[in-house]
């Protein structure tokens, strides 16, 4: 039986052979055996370059806004192929100019989980199901995949693309049981605990590099809040309060948009936990109106429409209890 990777190559050289597209972007091996990087492949004799891959941590939809006018397939798991359907819902992407190649995602590990595991990693294997081999300087070990996966592959609940041209044989992991769970766990402490937890894991550790937003598909904003003077929304420095404000701006942006496909976190050079603040905002949407984002190209977004029915307690009470009006 072919592996994945196999049947990624001889599926990206029928497309690009057919003309289905012009470009195809998937991911190639790194300079580390733990590291995979994005790629555009662009004849069918470079498609030997594509693999399947285990540290597949930044969204190749992130790259879409370069090559505008041409035709892109992408290699999609379920991350991937749901942040394309939001970039064609905001007019970003045109549906019929990108081609999903849909991949039953087994998952993709935690790069820095793997590096923890040795002084020097010389080889990975993972066979995409159970176990994962690490070969380092002090010998090898074989570690099972479960406890090598990213917090986000944990939490999935759409590995398999829900939106695809043409979907690739295969087994995805099964959509998570507990998808909030660490959210939850944040949500039980008191407000001042869930304060000073934003302030000591988030704030206090940033230092304002922005890889986040620059991993991010969906931060495409030619400029963004964080870079505007005229009028300057956030100072520009390590300030405590700026910092916070940049995080919980950004977070909104993203709110009824966000995959959790997970590259911000992972691009973060101070392994800052900030998913847990879209995470918690992607819980919100789907508890109070039912949200997914990404799910389909022909839907509105979750902020550009509205139910009759749809819950409003959560914005009036507050302010109408302090004026004594309910
Ligand atoms: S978040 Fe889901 S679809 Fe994306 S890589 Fe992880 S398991 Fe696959
Ligand atoms: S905010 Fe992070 S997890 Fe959400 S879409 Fe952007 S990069 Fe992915
Ligand atoms: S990548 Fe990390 S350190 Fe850089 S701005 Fe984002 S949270 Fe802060």
Not at 26 to 41: C, D, E, F, I, K
Not at 101 to 111: A, H, I, N, R, S
Not at 149 to 171: A, F, I, K, S
């Amino acid at each position: 039986m072919s592996t994945l990777t196999e049947k990624i190559r001889e599926a990206a050289q029928k497309v690009l052979a057919e003309g289905l597209a012009e470009v195809v972007l998937g991911y190639t091996q790194g300079s580390l055996p733990y590291r995979n990087r994005v790629t555009a492949v662009n004849t069918p004799e470079e498609t030997s370059r594509l693999i399947w891959p285990s540290f597949g941590v930044l969204n190749p939809a992130n790259v879409l806004h370069k090559l505008k006018g041409k035709k892109v397939a992408l290699i999609s798991p379920g991350c991937v192929s749901r942040a394309v359907v939001v970039l064609c819902q905001e007019g970003q992407v045109k549906r019929d100019e990108v081609y999903l190649l849909g991949v039953p995602c087994p998952g993709m590990l935690d790069p820095s989980k793997v590096r923890d595991l040795g002084k020097k990693i010389l080889r990975v294997e993972d066979d995409f199901k159970e176990k994962v081999l690490v070969v380092t300087s002090e010998g090898e070990k074989i570690v099972a995949r479960e406890e090598l996966l990213r917090q986000n592959c944990l939490e999935c609940r759409h590995p398999t693309p829900p939106v695809y041209d043409e979907l690739l044989e295969g087994e995805a992991r099964k959509p998570s049981p507990s998808p909030y769970q660490k959210v939850e766990e944040i949500e039980a402490r008191e407000v001042s605990a869930r304060w000073q937890w934003f302030q000591e894991a988030v704030v206090s550790r940033c230092i304002r590099c922005y890889a986040c937003r620059n991993a991010c598909p969906l931060c495409y904003c030619p400029t963004c809040f964080v870079d505007d003077s005229r009028p300057q929304w956030v100072g520009k420095t390590r300030d405590p309060v700026d910092t916070a404000l940049y995080h919980l701006v950004r977070a909104y942006h993203l709110a009824g948009r966000c995959v959790d496909c997970g590259s911000c976190e992972a691009a973060c050079p101070m392994d800052i936990p900030l998913r847990l603040l879209t995470k918690k905002l992607e819980k919100e949407a789907l508890s109070a109106f039912s949200f997914e984002s990404g799910l389909d190209p022909e839907a509105p977004l979750l902020l550009t429409t509205f139910r009759e029915e749809d819950p409003e307690d959560f914005m009036i009470t507050q302010e109408l209890k302090a004026l004594g009006k309910i």
